[in-house]
């Protein structure tokens, strides 16, 4: 288990982490999200004890990490892929981590396994591309076989296979009783992998959730309907008081706000007007996590001819709400394939 106590961290005038408060349960994935600059890698670094609070506390099942013995034992991580001796070959790495850390060489051997590098685990690492980089750095957080893991954008660079790869290795770990913490700006990978999430946003924790109830607190759910008698439809609605929307590429169909389907149907029903569709539409943690984080971006970028927050092919945010963040593009080249999580880990 993680916890932080008013974890405070400055840089001169700027405060990077703000009297954070939460804690990170053994036996889930917990997700840390924030916006760029939020406070996330300062967080994970003072956890590790990279960097010395200025106030406050954080442990690792109730000892600050310097006072861990032998800390890989207890804690993984992964911060920074390129954060290696180009010059080693992955082995060598993986092995001069476990030499100086008491664990058998034999342990390197499993986790190279574990993560698929086998093919090029005598190969030096400043060759590897991003995602051999992620899978060696996540092979390093795993060699002590640790209780708790951190992981920051473990994905970064993956393909779709090593992204599948990456989800049911975290989900495995917490299902083995690890702590598994992890930070990504990638939502939609995001809401398959957590069980809860800690949301950062100018240094101060904004939400300490379950992921579903995040998303239920932070978003709404709205019915899409649509008919070849919209027009009729909508003038019918907006009779109602009812908000409804335009669906850009769609004349078909409007979006319609704070009602459920069963209304919109009955209301189609008894005026005798087809409907061709009528489905809810559950909010995703995307749009959960701007609307919260709005007020705490500090980095906004435009598109030429688009309004600040629009996306392509969709309308414009509302006022307040912020552009979603940059992506991470997969890349097209197969990286080694991984077998199954846990084929090579040891179970607890
Ligand atoms: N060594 C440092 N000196 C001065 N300011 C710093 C330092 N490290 C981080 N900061 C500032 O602290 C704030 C939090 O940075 P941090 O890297 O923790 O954010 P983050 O949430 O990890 O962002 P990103 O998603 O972009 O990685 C930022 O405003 C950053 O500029």
Redesign the pocket.
Same mark, same amino acid.
């Given at each position: 288990m993680i916890q932080a106590v008013g974890l405070t961290k400055r840089? =001169?005038e700027?405060v990077?982490v703000d009297h954070a408060d939460f804690s990170v349960a053994a036996g889930t994935v917990t997700g840390f999200l =924030?916006?760029? &600059?939020? &406070?996330? @890698? %300062? %967080?994970m670094r003072m956890i590790l004890g990279l960097d010395r609070p200025t106030d406050g506390t954080v442990t690792v099942d109730g000892k600050p990490y310097r006072n861990l013995p032998v800390p890989l034992r207890e804690v993984g991580a992964l911060l920074d892929a390129k954060a290696v001796h180009g010059g080693r070959t992955a082995y060598n790495h993986l092995a001069c981590l476990a030499k100086s850390n008491g664990i058998p060489l034999r342990r390197v051997d499993e986790v190279i396994g574990l993560v698929g590098l086998e093919q090029v685990a005598k190969k030096r690492s400043k060759n590897f591309s991003l995602g051999m980089g992620q899978r060696l750095g996540i092979a390093a957080a795993l060699l002590g076989d640790p209780g708790t893991l951190l992981f920051d954008e473990p994905v970064n660079g993956l393909d779709p296979e090593g992204i599948l790869w990456v989800r049911n290795l975290m989900k495995s770990l917490a299902a083995q009783g690890r702590t598994v913490f992890v @930070?990504s700006?990638l939502m939609s990978e995001m809401a398959l992998t957590a069980d809860r999430v800690i949301v950062?946003g100018r &240094?101060q924790i904004k939400a300490d959730t379950t992921m579903r109830e995040f998303i239920a607190q932070n978003a709404t759910t709205h019915v899409r309907v649509r008919s070849p008698h919209i027009g009729k439809l909508r003038q019918l609605m907006s009779g109602k008081g009812w908000h409804t929307e335009a669906l850009p590429d769609d004349e078909g169909a409007v979006e319609v706000f704070d009602v459920t389907s069963e209304a919109v149907g009955d209301l189609a029903g008894e005026n005798g007007l087809w409907l061709h569709e009528l489905a809810v539409v559950q909010p995703s943690l995307e749009e959960a996590f701007m609307s919260m984080t709005a007020d705490s971006v500090?980095y906004h970028a435009g598109v030429p001819g688009m309004a600040p927050g629009q996306v392509l092919g969709q309308p414009g945010l509302a006022p307040g709400q912020v552009e979603p963040q940059a992506q991470t593009k997969p890349q097209t080249r197969t990286e080694p394939q991984a077998p199954p999580p846990g084929s090579g880990e040891a179970q607890r």
């Open positions: 840089y =001169g700027k990077a =924030g916006p760029n &600059g939020a &406070g996330k @890698s %300062t %967080t @930070s700006h950062i &240094g500090e």
